[in-house]
């Protein structure tokens, strides 16, 4: 397992990104401070770039190495969300500035899967998450439906022996939160 993950965490170390299964669905991945990582990303996608990314994080205590201020009611939220919640915070810092909405927000999801939050945990900073398909397809739901043009673009393919069970899944909860806790739900 070490060595599967020692590959990944190289390939975004030296700018790659990379196609792995997250804790929801098949996703690329890259790390989230580096602007031309995240370009080739969006390149490999055909996505616009004002289209919003997700920061995953493996450790709650990273939250404050990625939002200004995070509002109280975000580490029970984050760290007791029994299904994947992200999480979008009023002010996010230390990324690309393609990690931030319009408004500085940063959304960010807490991992629980063992699998992605072990490559995420080895890399020991956030990383990239977005689906892995062409902008406007529909996400894959299994290797196998992955487009081979993204397969054939990518540096790395983080590939479980058990990939069959992983992805698949639907996406996450998504929720706004305000910094006196209020939120919005944007996805259920």
């Known amino acids: 397992m070490f060595n599967l993950y020692a590959d990944a965490v190289a390939s975004l170390k030296s700018g790659g990104v990379i196609l ?14 580096m602007d031309a990582s995240i370009e ?24 404050s190495e990625y939002v200004e201020q995070v509002p109280e009611i975000a580490w029970d939220l984050a760290e007791f969300a029994e299904d ?17 909405g319009p408004d500085g927000s940063i959304a960010i999801r807490l ?9 995420v945990y080895r890399y020991q900073r956030g990383i990239v998450s977005t689906s892995a398909n062409i902008s406007g397809a529909p996400s894959p739901t299994d290797f196998a439906s992955i487009s081979e043009t993204i397969k054939s673009q990518v ?17 996450s909860k998504i929720i ?3 910094l006196g806790g209020e939120y919005t739900m944007i996805r259920s």
């Open 111 to 119: 991992l629980k899967d063992e699998f992605c939050k072990g490559m």
């Open 40 to 63: 080739k990303l969006f390149d490999i996608k055909n996505r616009p770039e004002n289209k919003g990314l997700i920061l995953l994080i493996s450790k709650i205590e990273q939250l």
């Open 155 to 171: 540096d790395y393919i983080l590939k479980p022996e058990n990939s069959d069970k992983k992805g698949g899944l639907k996406s």
């Open 84 to 100: 994947p919640l992200t999480i979008i915070y009023p002010k996010g810092k230390n990324v690309s500035k393609y990690m931030l």
């Open 176 to 178: 706004k939160l305000g």
């Open 20 to 33: 792995y299964p997250s804790d929801t669905i098949w996703g690329l991945g890259c790390d989230a401070r």
